[in-house]
């Protein structure tokens, strides 16, 4: 037979078992999800002073800036400058065009880092 001591020890561990399964069933769905960016406007400033504003996109494994227009941006650090992206596969690199400066025309917008080509077909640049 058991005495009070372990009969309240067994109660505990059952009950203490039964709570963390509960617990982990009602996290599974909030642990698969990834937060997403908040899309609210920055204000950004390169070395010259030309101010403009991006986005931020993506979430907390995949990031990415967009200006109003569209245009995707990326950091040099090397240079400590704003570039207009261009598409490397599957990552946004930094362009020769310095954001604030003349873009060609037919320069792609919503570029996008990890889907196959950028989420553009591959004759973009």
């Known amino acids: 037979m ?3 001591l372990q009969l309240h020890g067994t ?3 059952g009950l203490s078992l039964a709570c963390l399964a509960i ?3 009602n ?3 909030v642990l698969n999800k990834q ?3 908040l899309k609210r406007p920055v204000l ?3 070395p010259d002073g030309y101010s ?3 986005i931020g996109h993506g979430d907390e494994r995949r990031i990415w800036y967009e200006t109003p227009d569209g245009y995707s941006v990326k950091y040099s650090a090397e240079n400590q400058s704003w570039f207009y992206a261009r598409c490397d596969q599957t ?3 930094a362009s020769e065009y310095l954001v604030g400066h003349k873009l060609p025309a037919d320069w792609p917008k919503h570029l996008r880092p990890s889907f196959p080509n950028c989420g553009k077909d591959s004759s973009q640049p």
Request: glycine fraction near 0%.
């Open 52 to 54: 403009f504003t991006v």
């Open 11 to 13: 109660w505990f561990a």
């Open 2 to 4: 058991f005495t009070k």
């Open 44 to 46: 950004l400033q390169q």
């Open 27 to 29: 996290a599974a769905p």
């Open 23 to 25: 617990s982990a069933c």
């Open 91 to 93: 990552r946004l690199l």
């Open 35 to 37: 937060a997403p960016m």
